[in-house]
C-alpha cells in the first residue's frame, strides 16, 4: 500500500490537535506534533528545549535551523517510514523547501495538506479557552468541550492545565505570526495541488468526517 503522507496546516486553535487524534486512529497513523516535541523538550530541559524556550514563551517562533533537522530524522525514523500525521511543520516556506527537497532525495512524496480554516475571532475563542492534560496531551475547551470532571482530564483524571503561549497577549502574536510567516504555505502547496481545505468552523465531529471522507477518496484514487 503507498504511503500517506499528511500534513495538517492552519492557524493556532484551528483544531489540528483535535483532529490529529481521530484521524491518526481511523488511518493508524504516527501523530508528529512539533508543539509536543518542543513542550517536552523544553520541561526535560535538553539543548533543543533551552534554546526553543525563549521564542515559544514570546509567541514566536523557533528558528528554521533548529527545528528542520529535529522533524527531519524524526520523519526519516522507523515508525513514520510508511506514513505520518504532521501537526505544526511546516510552519515556514523554508521548512516547506527543506522537506520538499529531502523528500525528493528519498523518492517519497507528501499525499495531501489538510488546511483547516477558521476566522481569527474563532482562534482567540477557542484558545482562552482551551485547557490541556500535561500528562496525556488530551486538549479540552472550558465552554465547547470540557472534560466529564471540572480542571480533571477524562483519561486518567490528570490536572488540566492553560499552556503558557494561551495568554491574550501571546494568542494575538501567534496569529499575527501565523498570518506572516505560515499562511504563504497555502499558495506553496495549492500551486502543487495537494492543498485540501476544511471549514473548521464545523463542530468537532463534522470536520472529521469530512477529512476521513478525504483520505478515503485519496486512498481509493491510489490503489486504482
Ligand atoms: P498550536 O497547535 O497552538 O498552533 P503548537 O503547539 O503547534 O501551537 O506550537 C507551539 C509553539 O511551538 C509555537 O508558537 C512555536 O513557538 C513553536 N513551534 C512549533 N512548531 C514550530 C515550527 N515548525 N517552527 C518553528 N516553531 C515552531
Ligand atoms: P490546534 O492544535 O490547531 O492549536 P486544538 O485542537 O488544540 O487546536 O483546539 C483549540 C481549542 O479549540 C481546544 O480547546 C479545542 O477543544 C477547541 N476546538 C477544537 N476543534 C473545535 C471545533 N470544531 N469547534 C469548537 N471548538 C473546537
Known amino acids: 500500500m503507498a504511503e500517506l503522507n499528511l500534513i495538517l496546516l492552519g492557524p493556532p486553535g484551528a483544531g489540528k490537535g483535535t483532529q490529529a487524534e481521530r484521524i491518526t486512529e481511523d488511518f493508524n497513523l504516527p501523530y508528529i506534533a512539533t508543539g509536543n ?3 517536552a523538550a523544553v520541561a ?5 528545549g533551552v534554546k526553543a524556550k525563549t521564542f515559544m514563551d514570546a509567541g514566536a517562533l523557533v528558528p528554521d535551523d533548529v527545528i528542520i533537522g ?3 530524522e524524526r520523519i526519516a525514523s522507523g ?3 510508511d506514513g505520518f500525521l504532521l501537526d505544526g511543520f511546516p510552519r515556514t516556506v523554508p521548512q516547506a523547501e527543506a522537506l520538499a527537497t529531502e523528500f525528493e532525495g528519498l523518492g517519497r512524496s507528501l499525499t495531501a495538506v489538510l488546511l483547516i480554516d477558521v476566522s481569527d475571532d474563532e482562534v482567540v475563542r477557542r484558545l482562552s479557552g482551551r485547557r490541556v492534560s500535561a500528562k496525556t496531551g488530551r486538549v479540552y475547551h472550558i465552554e465547547f468541550d470540557p472534560p466529564k470532571n471540572e480542571g480533571v482530564c477524562d483519561v486518567d483524571g490528570s490536572r488540566l492545565i492553560q499552556r503558557d503561549d494561551d495568554k491574550p497577549e501571546t494568542i ?6 501565523y498570518h506572516e510567516q505560515t499562511e504563504p504555505l497555502v499558495a506553496f502547496y495549492s500551486e502543487l495541488g495537494i492543498l485540501r481545505r476544511f471549514d473548521g468552523a464545523r463542530p468537532p465531529a463534522e470536520v472529521h468526517d469530512h477529512i476521513r471522507a478525504q483520505i ?3 486512498r481509493l484514487e491510489d490503489r486504482i
Open 37 to 39: 516535541i518542543l513542550r
Open 216 to 218: 478515503a477518496t485519496l
Open 172 to 177: 494575538k502574536k501567534r496569529l499575527a505570526v
Open 44 to 48: 526535560e530541559g535538553t539543548p533543543l
Open 79 to 81: 515508525d513514520a517510514r
Open 70 to 72: 529535529v522533524i527531519l
